[in-house]
């Protein structure tokens, strides 16, 4: 089992960051591959990034692609979404998951292969 707590999210004005980050435990936290994902209100939950399990590749949703960062570190069981340049269709509940990978370059865009989600932390764009 993995317990998986996001923090960071609030209230930012259009064109400002927030860093997200998603506190892992209860498992070796480099054997997953982890991903954020959100869901706006009234939409169906969304992939935004992902990271492989321990040699940092990642790979980004074309919506958020040059404006959001996803890091990991492996010492603090810890995954960052750095978000910059943020706008009002950013506004969602944002989510980070974990799979379970044996497999080192592997990254994940889809919600389904995810075996553990956080409880989500809202973050809203004003204009």
């Not at 991903?35 to 209100?41: E, K, V």
């Amino acid at each position: 089992q993995v317990q998986l707590v996001e923090s960071g999210g609030g209230l930012v004005q259009a064109g400002g960051s927030l860093r997200l980050s998603c506190a892992a435990s209860g498992r070796t936290f480099s054997n997953y591959a982890m991903g954020w994902f959100r869901q706006a209100p009234g939409k169906e939950r969304e992939f935004v990034a992902a990271i492989s399990r321990n040699d940092g590749r990642t790979y980004a949703a074309d919506s958020v692609k040059g404006r959001f960062t996803i890091s990991r570190d492996n010492v603090k069981n810890t995954v960052y979404l750095q978000m910059n340049s943020l706008k009002p269709e950013d506004t969602a509940v944002y989510f980070c998951a974990a799979k379970r990978t044996s497999v080192s370059g592997n990254y994940y865009s889809n919600q389904y292969e995810y075996d553990y989600w956080g409880q989500g932390t809202q973050v809203t764009v004003s204009s």
